[in-house]
């Protein structure tokens, strides 16, 4: 039997509630609408670039995505000592590029445990939290929390409009 992405029931977006309330929910909001886009898909098909000379999937996204969850919330705001998953020296964007040899039901379930340890993680942290971004000029941005919730909101909308197009090439599907 050949592996597909699991369907997903998408939760609406919050049309009340504090700022805390509105961003998380915003951003789950996207978080499931990228998995919408690959719902149904099998890994094959998660491979598929969207038009040449792009080779942008819609696993390379699920993949970098997981890469920006961790990056923001765990390693910059939360200040947590941890690796790339995906991205390395000799290949500084293998998120996007090493989908070749990459296995979708893996890179998915990382996904999902991703963003269960982020949402744990944001948890214990104030919007008000800052952090320093460190630039490799060697100066430094101070940050705070809130400025990552709206960031990842915008980073997902962005690549969700890419998911749009890319799974209409692959099946016609096509979506909110």
């Known amino acids: 039997m050949t592996w597909t992405a699991p369907k997903i029931t998408r939760t609406p977006e919050p049309y009340v509630g504090d700022e805390r309330t509105m961003l998380e929910g915003w951003l789950d909001y996207h978080r ?8 149904g898909l099998t890994a094959e098909q998660l491979k598929t670039p ?29 200040g947590e ?3 790339d998953l ?9 998120d996007l590029d090493d989908i070749a040899d990459a ?13 269960a340890a982020v949402r744990a993680v944001a948890a214990t942290l104030s919007l008000d939290d800052t952090f320093l971004r460190r630039r490799r000029d060697g100066s430094a941005d101070e ?26 090439r692959i099946d016609g599907v096509t979506g909110e």
């Open 50 to 78: 969207s038009v040449q000379p792009s080779g942008l999937t819609l696993l390379g996204l699920v993949r970098h995505l997981t890469e920006v969850e961790r990056w923001w919330f765990r390693i910059r705001a939360a």
């Open 103 to 115: 296995d979708a039901e893996t890179d998915l379930a990382t996904f999902t445990s991703e963003v």
């Open 143 to 168: 940050m705070n929390v809130r400025w990552v919730y709206v960031h990842m909101i915008e980073e997902y909308a962005r690549h969700n409009g890419h998911a749009d197009l890319i799974r209409e």
């Open 32 to 39: 499931q609408t990228l998995l919408l886009k690959c719902a």
């Open 81 to 83: 000592p941890l690796a």
């Open 86 to 94: 995906y991205n390395t020296d000799a290949s500084p964007d293998g």
